[in-house]
């Protein structure tokens, strides 16, 4: 058993010293960060940008309507002809013109802006917002409504999901928080499986193509080897996992004491936060309330042991089927033709979850997260919705069950093909190796 | 430590590889394991590194059957060479000698004393990537005989050598021996069994055809054939002595010189006679090669229906 000690410490050194594991283990997170930063950088600086709009308005329609904002200085220059006032442009005096020709008989419905520069989109969109506003009015008016009944007539719902259990508790539920959390952690478990069960093939596959191989199994039993490879990995892709959670959060805890935007409590970070950047400045009650709630509406527990579970699961389980192939192939070609039935299944798991996360709780979501080779995706797809813990239960003991018989098959597999060379195999031979 | 191979088959899916092959390795002695390609040498070497089973038979170390724990005490050069390719050699070389069972300090005590001796201090920081083909070969070589093991295999150790190395490694393989290893060899480089070997055996499609003391093997298979060289002035009467003995005479190397091939049993009576008529140079019998032997018995079994 100390034998396995030493080659899971290799295994996991030489890999975390790698300089594509430094290099991922921080870009990881600067990409995460950046998905969230610059959203916000581009939302702060937009706004900043002070612009003067010189207002032709020949029509004469909006005479009040232009109201100056922090960042927009509407200017009227109504005597004044278009064609001097876009000289005024090019000499710097306005950055922008903003030009509504006179209509004869309708309300004018077109307007043309005039800038030696790209107008900004937060321009644009104001001033159509407010020409729009108006028009809107005055054709109310002309068609003899009050303004103010449609303003009444205007409703927003507010529809409140509240999940029941079986002792009367009642809860409410956010599904498209749920919907995230779940779609997040199944791409993670996704990405995991075939980053680092890729990387023990790959490290079979060297070993056998470097000749090493003949030496270490004089030294100890394949098994030993498979296995420590695998859970030598296991931990090089936990350490990644960390590493990756932690920087993230140095990261976003660095960047909003910079940016001073004062947080809502972790649990909505990433998730929830890009809809609110806008409303964040100053969090109000209700802001709080709902952030609360919704972090009540998630077993947090469940989804943390749950996660950890299926993806350590999940990871041993196709980890020792790509050990197999690894060890089966001559050269990274030949590869093809033994990944494809082992990664097939990871991406139904992965394309089912984006079906399941609609319904959770139907039929096919259960179904395929019972299934050993879908489960670990499909159920961290559910968990966030809640899933009894019966089924989480089953799928478990299914999983390891699986993973016990793969472990055995791969084991057989790997002892006898890490030593065989130049030889095209085929699955019928595959299959005789199991009984030797 | 004596080996003992008894009675061993070995089948794979669609061939015999070893058929009941039965071997005595005497403690303390190089033993050469010989055979053409594909003879089943691997296998049984596999075997003995418990890396595989036999299907019959057993292997028994000082008479007890081959256990796990058997396999720290034996060191394994095989024929494809490996090493981690990204890995530092001494790093590496602690490594599989932990992976032997000898602790970190100790490998890496014993080490210094290898790497002097080979002349590689300096590549201890080095990826194996860095060094040369012949550098390598000789980190593979310490890492076999690093754990001071009591049995050593070495499957075609001279290959990817120069000759000043090779001698290098020929006199370790004696010196390994001097300390009490047992050693079994497998190579084809013939003229390295008869330097080193004490005793082999000959493997040819899987079954044993040949086992024994090197000396006593090349005695058993000589042909009678003496050579002679000598310097006469007058050559007329010695090649006249081809009527009465079967001779063949050629020029010797040097000018003056005759070498004479006798075939027969006795050589005492041709011998007065040609020292009547010039002065011996050299005489001896000319024993087969191994080389010789190897071909002939391969040959004559494969003649066999």
Known sequence: MNKIGLIIRREYLTRVKKRSFIIMTFLGPLLIAAVYIIPILLALHGNNDKHTIAVVDQSHWFERQFTNTETQTFIRLDDISIDSTKKLVQMGMYDIALYIPETQLNIPSSAVLYSMKQVPMNVEDHIKDVMKNEIQVQKLLASGVDPDILENIKTSISLSVIRMDEEGGEKETFTEVQFILGMVLAVLIYMFIMMFGGQVMQGVFEEKSSRIIEVIVSSVKPFQLMMGKVIGVSLVALTQFVMWILLTGVIYVGFSTAVGISQPSPVGSGTVMTEQIDATNIMDNETVQHIVSIAQSINFGQVIIGFILFFLLGYLLYATMFAAIGSIVDNNTDSQQFTLPVTVPLIIGMLSAIYIVNAPDGNLALWMSMIPFTSPIVMMVRIPFGVPIWQIAVSVVLLIATFIAMTWVAAKIYRTGILMYGKKLSYKELFKWLKY | ?305
């Not at chain 2, 000082?62 to 090493?83: A, C, K, N, V």
């Open chain 2, 1 to 305: 430590m004596k080996i003992e191979v008894k009675n061993v088959t070995k089948r794979y899916a669609d061939q015999l590889a070893l058929n009941n092959v039965s071997l005595q390795v005497p403690e303390q002695s190089i033993y050469g394991l010989l055979g053409p390609n594909g003879a089943g040498k691997t296998t049984l070497i596999r075997i003995l590194n418990q890396i595989t089973g036999p299907d019959t038979g057993q292997v028994l170390i000082d008479g007890e059957p081959l256990r796990p724990q058997h396999i720290e005490r034996i060191g394994y050069l095989p024929e494809e060479r490996g090493l981690y390719k990204k890995m530092k050699v001494g790093e590496q070389a602690v490594y599989l000698a932990q992976l032997k069972g000898i602790s970190k300090s100790e490998a890496e005590k014993r080490l210094k004393v290898w790497f002097e001796k080979f002349q590689i201090t300096g590549w201890w920081n080095k990826t194996v990537e860095e060094l040369s083909k012949g550098m390598q070969q000789k980190v593979q070589f310490i890492t076999t005989v690093i754990h001071e093991p009591d049995i050593l295999i070495f499957d075609e150790p001279f290959s990817g050598f120069d000759p000043i190395n090779a001698n290098l490694l020929k006199e370790s393989i004696l010196e390994l021996r001097e300390k009490g290893a047992t050693i079994l060899l497998s190579t084809h480089n013939m003229s390295s069994v008869e330097e080193l070997c004490d005793s082999i055996s000959l493997i040819n499609k899987g079954e044993k055809i040949l086992e024994g003391k090197v000396a006593d093997i090349r005695r058993q298979h000589r042909t009678s054939t003496h050579e002679i060289t000598v310097s006469a002035d007058n050559r007329q009467p010695i090649m006249a002595l081809t009527d009465d003995f079967n001779l063949k005479i050629e020029n010797g190397e040097l000018a003056d010189t005759l070498k004479i091939t006798f075939v027969g049993d006795s050589p005492k009576e041709l011998l007065t006679r040609i020292m009547d008529f010039g002065t011996l140079v050299s005489y001896q019998e000319i024993l087969p090669s191994m080389n010789d032997i190897f071909i002939e018995e391969v040959q004559s079994k494969n003649a066999q229906p």
